[in-house]
């Protein structure tokens, strides 16, 4: 194949720190493929001077273009933008904190060469991390991996090179709450995976406190599973069985004379416990009605203040009508 152009998109929310360092280690490989290429950053309304490095590299650099967000709209929005104006024949997401390391995308690309049409990058270690981001992850991964129907790859995240079939695939896929690395598992293609240590950010704080973290968890469950959903089906059908031997046992007791539920207290903990079950499964409904409220408003997924370095504004998909 010749004259294949890349595209590395990277994601940015407060990483002035980082920008420059990102910037050098990608060209640095880059060139080393003899190939064109483009460095597609997302400005996810940063608080920083991110914004100002953005104009400075693209200036220096035509190859760095930058897309910058009316507001903070979150990693997964950030990262659908840059798919959606990136221009090459293969598309490399990686993160902008260097976690990721620059380096592996020549091994990517090689995977790439043979056929695959995903190859996504498998955190073998962790380095800086607490014992309870690793412990969660962990959990997370595995979770995900048994409850869902789509063969989501174990310890992966979004750093991961796509080919523009894929990448075309999953533009049509216009869903409000994503989940990227399960979105890309589920269109399908040829995908394998490569091994590297994650490193410590180069600079600055992550931008993923627990509060996103768990966020992000639920979409990605009720995203591609209905396992909440069916658990509140069990729990009605467990309850209902365990208040049927309940009535069976206060009647037989009843009967022998024993006088241990009588009075007031049993009923009221037997009232709040069915009151508790009862609104859990409220408020895993809600979860899933709360996202199909927000698809069918059918709002844009992001508004770009400016956008950069393109040759033309990209085409979107017609919105699905309901």
């Not at 409220?293 to 844009?300: F, H, I, Q, S, T």
Request: glycine share 8%; charged share 25%; aromatic share 12%.
């Amino acid at each position: 194949m010749t004259n294949i152009r890349y595209s590395i998109v990277a994601p940015c929310y407060n990483e002035e720190g980082n920008l420059h360092e990102l910037h050098r280690r990608i060209t640095e490989v880059m060139d080393r493929t003899n190939e064109p290429w483009e460095l597609v950053l997302i400005n996810d309304g940063s608080r920083d001077r991110t914004r100002e490095l953005m104009q400075e590299l693209h200036a220096r650099d035509q190859r760095v273009h930058y897309i910058d967000f009316a507001r903070n709209f979150g990693h997964q929005l950030a990262v659908t933008a840059g798919m959606d104006y990136a221009q090459g024949e293969a598309i490399i997401l990686i993160d902008a904190d260097l976690q990721d390391p620059p380096e592996l995308i020549l091994e990517m690309i090689q995977k790439w060469k043979e056929g695959y049409k995903v190859v996504y990058a498998i955190r073998s270690e962790r380095k800086g991390e607490t014992w309870f981001k690793l412990f969660t992850a962990k959990l997370f991964y595995r979770l995900i991996y048994r409850i869902t129907d789509v063969n989501i790859p174990l310890d992966t995240g979004d750093f991961r090179l796509m080919d523009r079939q894929v990448i075309d695939t999953m533009k049509q896929m216009r869903e409000r709450h994503r989940f990227i690395r399960g979105m890309t598992s589920w269109v399908g293609f040829a995908q394998t995976g490569v091994y590297y240590v994650r490193q410590e950010r180069f600079a600055g704080e992550t931008s993923y406190p627990l509060r996103k973290m768990l966020k992000f968890a639920s979409d990605a469950i009720t995203g591609f599973s209905y396992l909440p959903l069916q658990l509140a089906t069990y729990l009605g059908f467990i309850v209902a069985a365990l208040s049927g031997l309940g009535m069976l046992a206060v009647i037989i007791a009843r009967l022998y004379g024993n006088q241990a539920f009588f009075g007031q207290a049993t009923t009221l903990v037997m009232v709040l416990f069915l009151g508790g079950i009862q609104l859990i499964c409220l408020g895993i409904i809600g979860e899933y009605l709360g996202r199909i409220y927000d698809e069918v408003k059918a709002r844009p997924l992001y508004v770009v203040n400016q956008a950069v370095g393109f040759e033309k504004t990209p085409e979107m998909p017609e919105k699905v009508r309901v």
